[in-house]
């Protein structure tokens, strides 16, 4: 059971970025599957998650948009408007059972016991 994040990257303000996330070992079936970020010196934040078990879906921001193709077993992040406050490591994660909004909430992560491997996004002023 694997997760591996690609896409992070340098970009500037009011820029846009894609990271993905492809899965193997398992299908999304009954997952929330859902991206989170930790910045120098601050908690691990979630950002964008969904759930197959509840059918919904929880964003922080409306510039933040969680996707995927069941077909390919891969989650995206589409990030629109970026400012250099969302430099950080955005991390890929999945859990079954679990709906949305708890699965993003702060105190659900230490149950989580699918994670990627972090990729950095700086985003430059």
């Known amino acids: 059971v694997q997760l591996v994040e690609s896409g992070g990257g340098s970009v500037q303000t009011g820029g846009s970025l894609r990271l993905s996330c492809a899965a193997s070992g398992f299908t999304f079936e009954n997952y929330a599957i859902g991206w989170f970020r930790q910045a120098p010196g601050k908690e691990r934040e979630g950002i964008s998650c969904?759930?197959?078990?509840?059918k919904k879906k929880y964003a922080k921001e409306g510039r933040f948009t969680i996707s995927d193709n069941s077909a390919k077993n891969t989650m995206y992040l589409q990030m629109d408007s970026l400012k250099p406050e969302d430099t950080a490591v955005y991390y890929c994660a999945a859990q079954p059972w679990v709906s949305a909004s708890q699965f993003c909430g702060l105190s659900f992560q230490s149950n989580v016991d699918i994670w990627g491997q972090g990729t950095l996004v700086t985003v430059s002023s």
């Open positions: 969904q759930s197959y078990f509840d």
